[in-house]
Every structure is written in structure tokens, then in C-alpha cells.
T-cell receptor, first 111, second 114 residues
Framework: QKEVEQNSGPLSVPEGAIASLNCTYSDRGSQSFFWYRQYSGKSPELIMFIYSNGDKEDGRFTAQLNKASQYVSLLIRDSQPSDSATYLCAFAGGGADGLTFGKGTHLIIQP | EAQVTQNPRYLITVTGKKLTVTCSQNMNHEYMSWYRQDPGLGLRQIYYSMNVEVTDKGDVPEGYKVSRKEKRNFPLILESPSPNQTSLYFC?????????????FGPGTRLTVL
């Protein structure tokens, strides 16, 4: 069974610091990886996706993928109070059943 | 504007009264999916569809039905709702038929079954 593990938090980070969110996955056949942000009661929205080992940067966000260790992370630089949300990690395997989501990490940015 | 729409956004109903939650996307996506989200359990897939007339069960399909008669629409049907189906429901769509690309989510439907 495909699984995604995330620390549920809450993870508390001071404003302006780097927030580091981590995710491990069980399916070695996973092809692509996604980070979604979800505000309370709202729908998930895509922050980053990554397909290849290494780092991918987009503005204040950096996704890191290590397929050998089955590990993906999201770094948020210069954290802002508006970054306070739940962050969902997801991956797509080779099958036709879409994405497998983790339960999310609740991030709190302290002003 | 590219979007996934769901209706209704909020619904309170009683046990056993059939209901349908509609989902529509205007991006010509092949793949559509329904999720429910409950505290501590995360997003769980109910049903998905790779194309018109092609649907399959996800992780928690019991008590739900779906249909895909048109590419843009993917309604979720609860024929006899029960209180354990009280949840926040999301519809999503994705261009690749496998659903393995970015999924775009609708705004959600908060359902309460009394």
C-alpha cells in the first residue's frame, strides 16, 4: 500500500526564518512529487512540484527530492505569517489512481 | 478562468435522503477525482475517472456512486447518506488520464448528515 508520512506538527517558526517541511514515501516507483498548501476550510493549492533528484527553487520556496532515500522536503525562506497553513505532500506512482496524499504538516509562523 | 466548481458548497441533510454533489471543470481535463477530508485522516480518495464512462474505486468508495457521462462533469451521489459521511468533500481534475499531474481542486462541499 502506498503511504506518505509527514509530521503533523504544529511546526512553529519565527517570522523571517526558514521553515523546513519533510515527507517520506513508500512507493519506490513514484514518478513525481507535489507540495500543496491548504488554509483552514479551503481547498489545497499547488506550491511546487518536482520530478528529478536535487533541488528546485521558485521564489521563496525550494523543493528537495532524494529518490534513493524516498524523501522529499519543502523549504520556505523568509517565512511570513501568511505562510501559516497546512502543507500536504503528495506523490504520483506509475498507476492510474492519481495522487497519494500525506495527512499534512500544520505550520505556524510566529510574528 | 480555469476552474473546478462544486455545488452546493454547504449542505445539511438527514440520514437516508439521497443527494448529489455536482462537479464541473472547464479545462478539458481527462482525469477527475473525488476526495473526502476528515480531521486527522487527511485527503482520502473516493472515486476517480480517467475519461468519459471510465470510473474506478478509490480508497473509501463505500456508500458513494459516481458517473462520468460528459468530460467536464463528475457528480458524486450519496443514495442513502449516513452520519459517518459528514465530511468536507473536494473534487479535483488533472490533465493526464492517470491523474499523475498537478491536480486542480474545487472549493469544497461541507456536508453534514444528521
Amino acid at each position: 500500500q502506498k503511504e506518505v508520512e509527514q509530521n503533523s506538527g504544529p511546526l512553529s517558526v519565527p517570522e523571517g526564518a526558514i521553515a523546513s517541511l519533510n515527507c517520506t514515501y513508500s512507493d519506490r516507483g513514484s514518478q513525481s512529487f507535489f507540495w500543496y498548501r491548504q488554509y483552514s476550510g479551503k481547498s489545497p493549492e499547488l506550491i511546487m512540484f518536482i520530478y528529478s533528484n536535487g533541488d528546485k527553487e521558485d521564489g521563496r520556496f525550494t523543493a528537495q527530492l532524494n529518490k534513493a532515500s524516498q524523501y522529499v522536503s519543502l523549504l520556505i525562506r523568509d517565512s511570513q505569517p501568511s505562510d501559516s497553513a497546512t502543507y500536504l505532500c503528495a506523490f504520483a506512482g506509475g498507476g492510474a489512481d492519481g495522487l497519494t496524499f500525506g495527512k499534512g504538516t500544520h505550520l505556524i509562523i510566529q510574528p | 478562468e480555469a476552474q473546478v466548481t462544486q455545488n452546493p458548497r454547504y449542505l445539511i441533510t438527514v440520514t437516508g435522503k439521497k443527494l448529489t454533489v455536482t462537479c464541473s471543470q472547464n479545462m478539458n481535463h481527462e482525469y477527475m477525482s473525488w476526495y473526502r477530508q476528515d480531521p486527522g485522516l487527511g485527503l482520502r480518495q473516493i472515486y476517480y475517472s480517467m475519461n468519459v464512462e471510465v470510473t474506478d474505486k478509490g480508497d473509501v468508495p463505500e456508500g458513494y456512486k459516481v458517473s462520468r457521462k460528459e468530460k467536464r462533469n463528475f457528480p458524486l451521489i450519496l443514495e442513502s447518506p449516513s452520519p459517518n459521511q459528514t465530511s468536507l468533500y473536494f473534487c479535483a481534475s488533472s490533465q493526464p488520464p492517470s491523474g499523475g499531474g498537478e491536480q486542480f481542486f474545487g472549493p469544497g462541499t461541507r456536508l453534514t448528515v444528521l
